[in-house]
């Protein structure tokens, strides 16, 4: 039975994205030691949100909505 391009392309993404999450997890298991653990969990949410940041950035929309969080955060670090 032949295969339809579609139903390649779907094999073919979820072989990657399952590769992708099974590398990725393996690398987190191994390297987590290296956080200290006075970090705590407020450093690795930094990092998701950084991580799903980068990509917005890249056009100009996202660039400026991320500046001005960012003011806007250091301007209100102090208020109640």
């Not at 390649?8 to 099974?22: D, E, I, L």
């Not at 298991?29 to 450093?43: E, H, K, V, Y």
Request: charged share 5%; proline share 6%.
């Amino acid at each position: 039975m032949p295969v339809s391009h579609k139903e390649a392309f779907f094999y073919g993404m979820s072989v990657c994205n399952w590769g992708t999450w099974q590398v990725s997890s393996m690398a987190g298991i191994l390297l987590a030691r290296q956080i200290p653990d006075n970090w705590g969990l407020t450093f690795v949410g930094t990092l998701a949100l950084i991580g799903m940041l980068l990509p917005l950035m890249l056009a100009l929309p996202g660039a400026l909505t991320v500046a001005t969080a960012s003011a806007v955060a250091v301007a209100a670090h102090s208020l109640p």
